[in-house]
């Protein structure tokens, strides 16, 4: 007797990838944001290597936003220059905003709290720029320096604005819910969505925390990211010292702060910098007048810029990939997960649109080979398809239909 044959094994489904908080673009932006007199507009005009934003001793001296693209410090990058020895050479750039200060009431009004929320929203990541040193010369907009007071003021601002447009998109909700029947998956979507508003605002109201603290699924991510929540943003917390605190890596509020983020917003990633120390280096131009600079402070000192830079673009989960030849050697900046269709589109949308397939290769190992030629001899460039996910440091050189 024949036995049936047994059926082969379903192949388990590539599981759906989670939504990300924020908006789906590559073309992202850091908010500088902190109360007034912190150091903000310092830490602009150096980071972006002009005088943009306007420094001053007084509350509410940045008022409109200012905008500059800065520079990803990138080995590899400099590495290609060196290779290719190109005509045009084109870094990745990270978008910085300097924002007005904050005070406590932002969030029904006071100061400039209107102005300052509406560009906090705008931006998809924040610097968040603490004062930890004293200088009887620079007025705290508190009256004294208190580091984690600050912080508290900044994170329940936020938090309440949050909350004031959960509530809002609550009530629109509801309305729209109760309009809806109980038979098509619209009406059941509209109920959801209800649901998940609910579970926002308790996370917020009742919980006290961020919302990018929530652990959420991929449908609640959709419906957060419709609302664009001021705490659904990655932060960075950059601790402003005293140069003198800064060389001697040294300063009473560091411990009290880093417990304050372990408590509030555990994973937050803490850079102590100071902006005395980088408006200094800044004012002397040449390179090696600041590496003179740096040494008579002491061995080990350096300025903080390229890390803060690298860290707001980690932050927002961007990766690069270079196109790389003797007429240019560009990174293109793409949220990490991207398909190689898409980030071809980074470029031009017709790459995207008339996309065949992309000639790939990893920077080590062209590093390892020395050039383009023996990397293919080492079958370490392919021809890379449709659903292609791009890995931080790939060389690409793109094919499309006419």
Same mark, same amino acid.
């Given at each position: ?15 759906a ?22 150091g903000?507009?310092?830490?602009? /005009? ?17 008022i409109?936003?200012e905008?500059a ?15 290719? $020895? ?13 924002i ?23 931006? =998809?990541g ?7 040193f004293? =200088? ?9 320096? /208190? ?14 604005? =949050? ?9 629109? @909700?509801?309305?729209? @819910? ?11 979507k ?23 603290k929530?652990?959420? /699924?991929?449908? #609640? ?19 402003n010292?005293?140069?003198?605190d ?9 411990? $009290?702060? $880093? ?26 131009? #040449?390179?090696?007048?600041q ?28 990766i ?16 990490r ?9 980074v470029?031009?949308?017709?790459? #995207?649109?008339k996309f ?15 050039s383009?030629?023996?990397?293919? @001899? /080492? ?6 398809g ?9 060389? @690409?050189h ?5």
């Open positions: 007797m024949l036995l049936p044959k047994k059926m082969p094994p379903k192949k388990n489904a590539a599981p990838e989670k939504p990300r908080l924020g908006r789906p673009s590559n073309n992202l932006k850091m908010g500088i944001v902190g109360l007034p007199n912190v903000k507009s310092t830490l602009f /005009n150096t980071i972006a290597k002009c005088d943009l934003g306007k420094s001053a001793n007084f509350p509410y001296a940045t409109e936003p905008e693209r800065v520079p990803v410090p990138d080995d590899r990058f400099l590495w290609l220059c060196s290779l290719y $020895k190109p005509k045009s050479e084109v870094p990745a750039f990270l978008t910085c905003i300097d007005a200060g904050l005070t406590a009431g932002a969030s029904t009004g006071a100061g400039l709290g209107n102005a300052f929320l509406s560009n906090v929203r705008a931006v =998809d924040i610097f968040q720029v603490i004062r930890a004293d =200088d009887s010369d620079i007025v705290h907009v508190e009256g004294d320096v /208190n580091p984690t007071r600050d912080m508290e003021i900044i994170s329940t601002e936020l938090r309440l604005k =949050d909350i004031e447009w959960v509530e809002k998109n609550l009530d629109t @909700a509801r309305k729209n @819910a109760r309009s809806a029947g109980n038979n098509s998956l619209e009406d059941r509209k109920k959801e969505e209800v649901a998940i508003i609910e579970k926002v605002l308790h996370c917020l109201q009742e919980e006290n925390r961020d919302v990018r929530g652990d959420w /699924n991929g449908k #609640e991510i959709d419906v957060i990211n419709n609302m664009m929540l001021l705490t659904a943003k990655p932060v960075i917390y950059l601790v010292l005293s140069e003198r800064y060389v001697r890596k040294k300063n009473k509020w560091l411990p $009290k702060i $880093k417990e304050w983020i372990d408590q509030n917003n555990p994973g937050d990633q803490l850079i102590p910098f100071s902006a005395s120390l980088e408006e200094q280096l800044f004012s002397l131009g #040449e390179e090696q007048a590496k003179e600079y740096l040494e008579k402070l002491g061995e080990g000192v350096s300025s903080a810029l390229g890390k803060i830079t690298k860290s707001g673009y980690d932050g927002l989960d961007l690069r990939y270079f196109t790389a030849g003797p007429d240019e050697v560009r990174a293109w900046s793409i949220r997960g991207l398909k190689a269709p898409q980030a071809a589109g470029i031009h949308s017709d790459f #995207e649109n065949v397939c992309g000639d790939i290769m990893a920077f080590e190992d062209l590093k390892e080979a020395g383009e030629n023996a990397c293919r @001899a /080492n079958g370490k460039l392919a021809q890379k449709k659903t292609y996910e791009m890995v931080d440091g790939d060389i @690409a793109w094919k499309c239909g006419a």
